[in-house]
Nanobody, 127 residues
Framework: QVQLVESGGGSVQAGGSLRLSCTAS?????????MGWFRQAPGKEREGVAT????????FYADSVKGRFAISRHNANETVYLEMNSLKSDDTAMYYC???????????????????WGRGTQVTVSS
């Protein structure tokens, strides 16, 4: 079992920035390899935003956020961050943190492959 707690969401104007944080708490015999961010807007499917492989820091991004968002991790305190810059109204969504034990690298942002999820933090971007 892995518990995830997100923070850092809020309201911001278009062009602004936010930094999301997600901290994991692992139960005994629990582990994960990937820690990622996903988002879901009203009426839309959940989509992958960015994920990072905790061992070597390799990261993957959705095309829609490349060059604007950056994911990073602090392994010692099991925290992953999502730095979001140049925010657009299309970025408005509930943002979720999730972990996966293993993933095929060709689909690192498929939410169906992630096992444990946080409750989410709301990001609202006004134009």
């Amino acid at each position: 079992q892995v518990q995830l707690v997100e923070s850092g969401g809020g309201s911001v104007q278009a062009g602004g920035s936010l930094r999301l944080s997600c901290t994991a708490s692992r139960g005994p015999h629990s582990s994960y390899t990937y820690m990622g961010w996903f988002r879901q807007a009203p009426g839309k499917e959940r989509e992958g935003v960015a994920t990072i492989r905790t061992g070597d820091g390799r990261s993957f991004y959705a095309d829609s956020v490349k060059g604007r968002f950056a994911i990073s991790r602090h392994n010692a305190n099991e925290t992953v961050y999502l730095e979001m810059n140049s925010l657009k109204s299309d970025d408005t969504a509930m943002y979720y943190c999730a972990v996966a034990a293993s993933l095929p690298v060709r689909v690192p942002l498929d939410p169906r492959l992630y096992t444990f999820w946080g409750r989410g933090t709301q990001v609202t971007v006004s134009s």
